[in-house]
């Protein structure tokens, strides 16, 4: 059974940084994609980076470009999200998520979801 278990959410103010990281478990496949949503209040669940696990490289939403970081380690099995230059628009509940195969950036192709972490971002 594959377990998403996420952490490093907080408080901080506007330009600062936090590091979340997602532990996953219990994968069997070999490909796949992680990525970290967000949701905000009343709204549907917005993909904010996401990440192969064949490539060093993300794929990033356009607000964050240039401000936060997806990366995995060599195992593959941790995802992180390096968020710098937050902003007060950056703060939401902050979900990790895998899906097998290619990375999309529709929540309806991931399969697997962890609790989710709040960051809230002051001014």
């Known amino acids: 059974q594959v377990r998403l278990d996420e952490s490093g959410g907080g408080s901080v103010q506007a330009g600062g940084s936090l590091r979340l990281s997602c532990v996953a478990s219990g994968v069997t496949g070999s490909n796949d994609c992680m990525a970290w949503f967000r949701q905000y209040p009343g709204k549907e669940r917005e993909r904010v980076a996401n990440?192969?696990?064949?490539?060093?490289?993300?794929n990033y939403l356009d607000s964050v470009k240039g401000r936060f970081s997806i990366s995995r380690d060599n195992a593959k099995t941790t995802v992180f999200l390096q968020m710098n230059s937050m902003k007060t628009e950056d703060t939401a509940t902050y979900y990790c998520?895998?899906?097998?195969?290619?990375?999309?950036?529709?929540?309806?192709?991931?399969?697997?979801w962890g609790q989710g972490t709040q960051v809230a971002v002051s001014s």
């Open positions: 990440i192969y696990s064949g490539s060093d490289n993300g």
């Open positions: 998520a895998l899906k097998s195969g290619d990375c999309s950036s529709s929540s309806r192709t991931y399969i697997y």
